[in-house]
Protein backbone atom coordinates (compact mmCIF):
# COMPACT_ATOMS: atom_id res chain seq x y z
CA UNK A 1 0.00 0.00 0.00
CA UNK A 2 1.09 3.96 -1.32
CA UNK A 3 0.79 5.88 1.56
CA UNK A 4 -0.47 8.75 -0.28
CA UNK A 5 -3.02 6.65 -2.65
CA UNK A 6 -3.67 4.35 0.02
CA UNK A 7 -3.97 1.08 -2.84
CA UNK A 8 -1.01 -1.01 -3.96
CA UNK A 9 0.25 -0.16 -7.67
CA UNK A 10 -0.50 -3.57 -8.38
CA UNK A 11 -4.73 -2.91 -8.15
CA UNK A 12 -3.87 -0.04 -9.45
CA UNK A 13 -3.13 -0.96 -13.33
CA UNK A 14 -4.57 -4.69 -12.63
CA UNK A 15 -7.50 -3.83 -10.52
CA UNK A 16 -6.57 -6.57 -7.78
CA UNK A 17 -4.14 -7.76 -5.61
CA UNK A 18 -2.93 -10.79 -5.45
CA UNK A 19 -3.25 -12.78 -2.59
CA UNK A 20 -0.74 -15.62 -3.59
CA UNK A 21 1.74 -16.22 -6.38
CA UNK A 22 -1.00 -18.45 -8.12
CA UNK A 23 -3.20 -15.38 -8.54
CA UNK A 24 -0.13 -14.00 -10.86
CA UNK A 25 -0.30 -17.41 -13.01
CA UNK A 26 -1.19 -16.72 -16.68
CA UNK A 27 -4.96 -18.41 -17.47
CA UNK A 28 -5.52 -19.91 -20.50
CA UNK A 29 -6.37 -17.68 -23.63
CA UNK A 30 -9.81 -18.85 -23.73
CA UNK A 31 -10.43 -18.00 -20.22
CA UNK A 32 -8.61 -14.46 -20.10
CA UNK A 33 -11.37 -12.89 -22.37
CA UNK A 34 -14.33 -11.86 -20.36
CA UNK A 35 -17.86 -11.24 -21.37
CA UNK A 36 -17.49 -8.67 -18.62
CA UNK A 37 -14.99 -6.22 -20.32
CA UNK A 38 -17.30 -3.17 -19.39
CA UNK A 39 -18.02 -4.16 -16.14
CA UNK A 40 -14.37 -5.02 -15.88
CA UNK A 41 -13.72 -1.11 -17.37
CA UNK A 42 -16.30 0.71 -14.91
CA UNK A 43 -14.42 -0.90 -12.14
CA UNK A 44 -10.90 0.23 -12.75
CA UNK A 45 -12.22 3.55 -13.92
CA UNK A 46 -14.29 3.90 -10.18
CA UNK A 47 -10.81 2.87 -9.03
CA UNK A 48 -8.60 5.45 -10.83
CA UNK A 49 -10.74 7.99 -9.99
CA UNK A 50 -10.61 7.22 -6.12
CA UNK A 51 -7.21 7.16 -6.39
CA UNK A 52 -6.81 10.77 -8.21
CA UNK A 53 -8.93 12.31 -5.76
CA UNK A 54 -6.94 10.95 -2.66
CA UNK A 55 -3.78 12.03 -3.97
CA UNK A 56 -5.54 15.71 -4.24
CA UNK A 57 -7.01 15.13 -0.79
CA UNK A 58 -3.18 14.48 0.26
CA UNK A 59 -1.82 16.88 -1.08
CA UNK A 60 -3.93 19.75 0.00
CA UNK A 61 -3.33 18.42 3.57
CA UNK A 62 0.59 18.14 2.71
CA UNK A 63 0.29 21.89 1.66
CA UNK A 64 -1.46 23.19 4.67
CA UNK A 65 1.18 21.10 6.87
CA UNK A 66 3.66 23.12 5.16
CA UNK A 67 2.11 26.42 5.18
CA UNK A 68 1.03 26.50 8.76
CA UNK A 69 3.36 28.72 10.71
CA UNK A 70 3.91 30.98 7.24
CA UNK A 71 2.39 34.21 6.81
Known sequence: MHSTIDFSHFEIVYGFNPLTPMDLVHLPLKEKVSSDVEKNEKT???LHKRVQL???K?????A???NKRRK
Do not use: G, N, P
Open 58 to 62: KSMLD
Open 54 to 56: QIE
Open 44 to 46: VRQ
Open 64 to 66: CKA
